[in-house]
């Protein structure tokens, strides 16, 4: 009224000036209030965050649990439920619920900046609906939560065109340090509108990831069934109800996606559902009793694939950028990347009974630089799967261009977009985070799709072992997703058949723009030298038996696990793991091995020396050389050379004792080396030396006791003469005293009686003794030729 009475022209008097002055203060109270809620300076801010307790639009913490429907349309009623918590110092008075629609986010960055802020800014959170559509407190003490729902008409949110919207909720009310109605807390998520059909969808294409870290072992317990021993039971939380990989497998039946397994779960899970065994803490492995789990995984499994289309990874997800930087230098990775290859279809058609497809490679992440290219397509596949934040686009599209990218040499790049794949990261385990990845999914997916009216395929790639509630959320979103207005589902295989745009990037950047981050979590090289040592150990152990598969599949298996992606971020187990591979081979492989054996004495000029092979495996062992060789032939000859070599092929849980001929030339002592050989030369085991001493008898010895033998039959021939010429005089005497005619002869005879027997002692004096001596011999200082003991009162003769 003050101002309606000015005059233009004329000085407005004391009286009036008061009047306007006051009215301006008033006025502008309001305004004060306002700005006071505004966000400080960042130093004034940086001082608030560090101050104790919560104050201005920061005084409550508002958590949105749930919002229904997620894509509402025309006719719906909006519900927005969750809690409020005080975590000030004062209570809060006067307090409501009230939702705010702020403005039409029209870009995919205004999303991710809506998301990212904090705090009450007036204008951008939109004014408050009010009016019933509040839930409303008397009083919130400080850190108790209470629990909120509001039910709005869609129409009444007063949305404009097609778009994404944020959706505010706050809550408002006063302390008693500030008596006056403000916002003490907000959360914002986002409202996608899409009421009618849109012109153009987008071909959305989602990957639905069934992976696990490693579990298998390559040890079997000793027998014909090959009992296989789990690192520990793990495997059976994840497949139990309520377990990630369950979760996944009930939630993924009812989407339409593409699956993308890893062979080594279902041959993990399959060997479960007979007899296995768990390693665990003890040194024993235990019997595994998780049978009826592993079976009903698989049979839910099974059906929830039916129809639909399987990605078939390599065995045991190989780390393709490991491999790729630090394994192609190591002879046989990129052989062993081939055989996972090989193997991944027969082992997913024989488990699941569905035929897969194996021609896309998946780097972790999706982070590509051109020899992860390079190694992904050297086992076949000619897709691989990266992602728009590594395969950037630089040529300036104002949209998101389709995911096939031709990268040259019949290779597709199929680029799936960062910010869907990543929407799901993080814990999710709260409904309030859950709830806000849904929309924000939501939202990012209706944004793409309005920025043009080209038809475009888009991949999402999440994670590839998701939490439970992350699977959850995934759930949520594409059966939202899926049951919208903007969208429509399609496999994998045709986004990469899909035209690609022409104007979109397709140039692989280069080494050095690989994350450091992924780059820290690699394998190292020597993780791979290791590999193909234990591959190296495999080849020279399988060449000797007489049933290879009964190593070359759990072991064939187990390397490909040792180059695992799920090992990222555990170098420790890792080793371990491999460590215990190899060391399970050579416990194996040592099963065949020489006896030890101790020093030999040789007696003579020749004689033969036996080496025994031992075999403990269950199966035979053939194509064994085993060889003998002499470190001194010019002493000790083998077969009359340096060395000798028989074959060896001994069954399983026996031994084999292999007899070699050997000649001594000169005395002494010699060392020989027993060593066994593949059929191919290459060295199997450990050798074993032992020294031969070598006494042989020398050739003027020889002389010496030939010419007694010699001296021996001469005397016992003579002997004989002379006893037979005896005989024959004693018989001629006896003739002539018997005709007693002769008185001269017999008084002879008479005169004599004694003559014969003296003659005959004479003679007797004269003949060698019955050992071959003579009287004038010395007394011999040899021990007679039989040294057998004799018996009690038993004459022995010399």
């Known amino acids: 009224m003050a101002e309606a009475a000015d005059i233009q022209g004329t000085s407005p008097s004391p009286a009036r000036r008061w009047l306007r002055r006051t009215a301006a203060l008033l006025m502008g109270a309001p305004l004060l209030a306002g700005l006071m809620q505004v966000p400080a300076a960042p130093h004034a801010q940086a001082a608030a965050d560090a101050a104790p307790a919560a104050s201005g639009s920061r005084t409550v913490s508002v958590a949105v649990d749930s919002l229904t429907p ?82 709005v008409p869609v129409d009444k949110l007063d949305l404009g065109g097609d778009g994404v919207y944020q959706l505010g909720v706050s809550l408002s009310g006063q302390t008693s340090a500030q008596q006056w109605e403000q916002v003490l807390g907000i959360q914002r998520t986002f409202l996608p509108w899409q009421p009618d059909e849109a012109d153009t969808k987008t071909k959305t294409t989602v990957l639905w990831p069934l992976m696990s870290p490693v579990r298998m072992t390559a040890e079997t317990s000793p027998g014909e069934q090959q009992t296989p021993v789990f690192l520990d039971d793990d495997l059976a939380k994840e497949i139990a109800p309520g377990g990630r990989l369950e979760q996944m497998v009930a939630l993924g039946k009812n989407l339409d996606v593409t699956w993308v397994i890893d062979p080594d779960l279902l041959a993990s899970v399959d060997a479960m559902t007979g007899s296995y065994k768990v390693r665990g803490n003890g040194d024993t492995p235990t019997t595994g009793r998780n049978q009826a789990l592993a079976k009903q995984w698989l049979a839910e ?61 998946w780097p972790v992440a999706g982070a590509v630089d051109p020899s992860i290219m390079k190694v992904a397509t050297s086992a076949g596949a000619d897709k691989v799967i990266a992602r728009s934040d590594s395969l950037r686009e630089t040529s300036g599209l104002p949209y998101t261009p389709s995911a096939a990218r031709p990268v040259g040499g019949g290779t597709t790049a ?67 997703l899926q049951g919208g207005t903007w969208s429509q589902a399609q496999q994998l295989s045709a986004a990469a058949k899909a035209k690609p745009d022409p104007d979109a990037t397709t140039s692989i950047p280069s080494g050095s723009a690989y994350p450091s981050s992924l780059r820290r979590q690699e394998l190292p090289r020597s993780a791979f030298e290791q590999i193909a040592t234990t591959q190296d150990k495999l080849d020279n152990f399988q060449v000797i038996l007489t049933d290879t598969s009964r190593v070359a599949t759990p072991f064939g298996r187990a390397m490909n696990r040792e180059m695992a992606t799920s090992w990222r971020g555990r170098a420790g187990e890792a080793r371990t793991f491999r460590r215990g591979v190899e060391d399970y081979l050579d416990a194996l492989a040592h099963q065949v091995k020489l006896i030890d054996k101790s020093d030999t004495k040789l007696s003579g000029r020749s004689a033969t020396i036996p080496v025994t092979v031992q075999n403990n495996l269950l199966q035979g062992a053939d194509h064994l050389v085993l060889r003998l060789t002499s470190t001194n032939p010019t002493r000790l000859k083998i077969n009359g050379g340096a060395f000798d070599e028989k074959p060896i092929a001994v069954s399983g849980g026996h031994s084999q004792t292999v007899k070699f001929t050997t000649s001594a030339n000169v005395n002494g002592q010699t060392t020989v080396i027993a060593q066994l050989f593949t059929e191919d030369g290459r060295k ?52 002539n005293g018997g005709a007693g005619d002769e008185p001269g002869e017999t008084g002879a005879a008479e005169a004599n009686p004694e003559g014969p027997r003296d003659r005959l002692m004479e003679e007797s004096a004269t003949r060698p003794g019955a050992d071959g001596t003579q009287p004038s011999d010395p007394t011999p200082d040899t021990a007679a030729e039989n040294t057998d003991p004799s018996g009690t009162g038993e004459r022995v003769d010399r």
């Open 70 to 151: 997620s894509v509402p349309s025309d006719g719906d009623t909006l519900t927005v439920s969750g809690t409020v918590t005080n975590n000030g110092r004062q209570a809060v008075t006067d307090a409501h619920v009230g939702l705010r629609v702020g403005p039409e986010l029209s870009t995919r960055s205004e999303i991710e900046a809506a998301a990212e802020r904090t705090g009450y800014t007036p204008g951008a959170d939109g004014s408050e609906i009010g009016g019933s559509y509040v839930a409303k407190f008397a009083k919130l003490t400080p850190g108790v939560a209470e629990h909120f729902s509001i039910s």
């Open 301 to 361: 499994l099974q059906q929830a694939v039916a129809g639909k289309e399987v990605v078939a990874l390599p065995f045991g997800d190989p780390d393709l950028a490991s491999l790729a930087h630090n394994g192609t230098s190591v002879t046989g990775s990129l052989s062993q990347l081939k055989e996972a290859t090989d193997v991944a279809a027969l082992t997913v058609e024989t488990v699941l009974h569905v035929t897969p497809t194996t021609d896309f490679a």
């Open 414 to 480: 199929v680029v799936a977009d960062a910010r869907l794949s990543t929407g799901f990261q993080g814990d999710l385990t709260s409904a309030s985070a859950s709830s806000l990845a849904v929309q924000q999914f939501l939202a990012q997916s209706l944004a793409l799709n309005q920025q043009s009216d080209k038809e475009r395929s888009i991949v999402v790639a999440p994670q590839r072992m998701p939490t439970a509630s992350q699977a959850q959320a995934m759930a949520e979103a594409v059966t939202a």
């Open 684 to 735: 199997y085991g450990a050798p074993v030396s032992f020294d031969v001493k070598v006494t042989e008898v020398t050739a003027t010895v020889m002389l010496v006791i030939g010419g007694g033998v010699l001296l021996l039959v001469l005397a016992g021939f003579r002997m004989y003469t002379q006893r037979k010429r005896a005989a024959a005089r004693t018989a001629e005497d006896a003739g």
